[in-house]
């Protein structure tokens, strides 16, 4: 290797001395995390067999950084013979190695690597992506050229994935400190199949090549508010909320890959309105058994009204709505009925929607089943805009976000939901609340519009 290329002294030489199985570099932004993901990625390129794939969740994330800063440090390996194919987004090397880029915007575009084989795999700010994407590429990898089979994430606190990312290494790993999992159950070294873990924590001021070219970085981290500062400067990974309001959600047990609902299923639509936060119109189908499916939805931002409402008609054409629930926006609810969407609005007492939401994701004790389900991948179109600022960008990925924060008033002291990731949450909630059995929303309300 160059001498140019070196790694910084302290966590960054940490990360790629690090043998561990699957190691999280992660914390303050600049701390050069994508940096050590590419030299550690190019370690074996000596090795003929050799493939590496290294991942951000969006396209324009990865030609900004990952693809860019290769272009920066591989053609400097001294005689490695870097070459890369702006098509396939792959350098080879002259023993022919390669290292491969790839995105993921959709939660099943990681199936693209189905029948790949890495060695070595890279997922730079895996906050951004969700634990089904991470968990899939885990069980990519292969050991095809005699080289250990690694994984290595990079991440800053925060994000859609802060919950489970925190989950996996900050909550059960001390820094540096490697310890031995099956699945999620921590075991002993030496146990057969056991996977080591480990994470380590990168700060900015170990970066002196960043703080020389760019001395103004650190006072730019400083002006962020609060809750950024405390993430991106310093690192913290306990900062944000008190606990999430749907704890009893499982991606495992409560996201279900997609099927056309049965004809006779009883359909409705929910509808929560945004324009610079995103829109949201959910269509859900309801088995006999009352479990509700949600099955297809709009998520996005900058839309209009009026735009959204022919959209929302063609794409339940053939199909019969019972009704549409809708937040209540007057203006809104009467360009939608413009186009055929009538809306009946919404009841929106926060935590008894709460409540409605959480019975249904209960397991409940007589078929051992919950009543709710969310297929994956039912968005209709990503938007791009939310996957880039790393925020949710379909009702799934609020799930792991949508959380409360203690708030005291005078001498009580109550933990209220936050307003934020909340607009596929609140669709849904609105849907569970027009299902409650009580006073009935009044049609005419729906009519009246
Ligand atoms: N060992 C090193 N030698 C030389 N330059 C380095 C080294 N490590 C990082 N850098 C440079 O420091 C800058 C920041 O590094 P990098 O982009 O890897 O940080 P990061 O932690 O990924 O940042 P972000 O949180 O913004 O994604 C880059 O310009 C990178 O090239
Ligand atoms: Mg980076």
Known sequence: MA???RANPGPQQMFLASRTD????GGAAGGGKSFALLLWAAFPISIPGYRGLLLRRTYREL?????????????RLRGAGAAYNEQRKTW?????????????????DVHRYQSAQFARIGVDQVESFTRYQYTYLLSRLRNVASIPNQIRATANPGGIGAAWVKRRWIDVLSPNAVKWFLGEEQVERGTPHAMSRQFIPARVYDNPKLLEVDPGYISRLMALPDRERAQLLDGRWDIGHAGLVYDEYDATVHVVEQFDPPKEWQRFRAVDFGYNNAFVCQWWARSPDDELYLYREIYE????VSALGPRIRDLSAGETIRWTVADHDAENRAELNKHGVRTIPARKAVEDGIQEVRKRLHR????????????RDCVVRRDQRLLSASLPSSTIEEFELYARETVTEGR???????????????AMRYLCMGLRPGPRTRMRDAEGV
């Open 3 to 5: 001498d140019q290329l």
């Open 22 to 25: 699957e190691v999280l570099f």
């Open 63 to 75: 030609e900004l950084s990952l693809i860019d800063e290769s272009r920066q440090i591989y053609p």
């Open 92 to 108: 080879t090397f002259r023993s022919g190695a390669q290292i491969v880029f790839g995105h993921c915007d959709n939660e099943r």
């Open 301 to 304: 931002t900058q839309q209009l």
């Open 364 to 375: 409940d004790a007589v078929r051992g089943k919950p009543r709710l389900y969310v297929m």
């Open 412 to 426: 009580s002291v109550k933990e209220v939901p936050i307003k934020e990731h909340d607009h596929g949450m609140d």
